[in-house]
């Protein structure tokens, strides 16, 4: 399984980013699919997750703002997005999605996320 993280950038704080995930290779045993952040000198971090394409979680801190969704499911391919709005500056981070299968866990490359105040 392959995973392609896109959409990050630079962007002033209220404004909004949508990042897209990419992941080609065996879906049949998909379980879940997520999006976590790493800011430098901090522990990685769930931001959100969604399962079974429908059933989400988010991080508190960024609950109201972010919306994960999916689509383009098949038993190759899986898409997941993250709707990011309102930034702020502590969500300055590499963003890293992870496909969570029934036996193992993938992760993507990171896409670099920045808030400037």
């Known amino acids: 399984v392959q995973l392609q993280a896109s959409g990050g950038g630079l962007v002033q704080a209220g404004g909004s980013l949508r990042l897209s995930c990419t992941a080609s290779?065996?879906?049949?045993?998909?379980?879940?699919m997520a999006w976590y952040r790493q800011a430098p000198g901090k522990q990685r971090e769930l931001v959100a997750a969604?399962?079974?394409?429908?059933?989400?979680?988010?991080?508190d801190s960024v609950k109201g703002r972010f919306t994960i969704s999916m689509d383009n499911v098949s038993k190759d391919n899986a898409k997941i997005y993250l709707q990011m709005n309102k930034l702020k500056p502590e969500d300055t981070a590499v963003y890293y999605c992870k496909a969570e299968r029934l036996f193992d866990d993938y992760w993507g490359q990171g896409t670099q996320v920045t808030v400037s105040s």
């Open positions: 290779g065996s879906m049949l045993s998909l379980k879940s």
């Open positions: 969604i399962t079974g394409g429908i059933g989400t979680n988010y991080a």
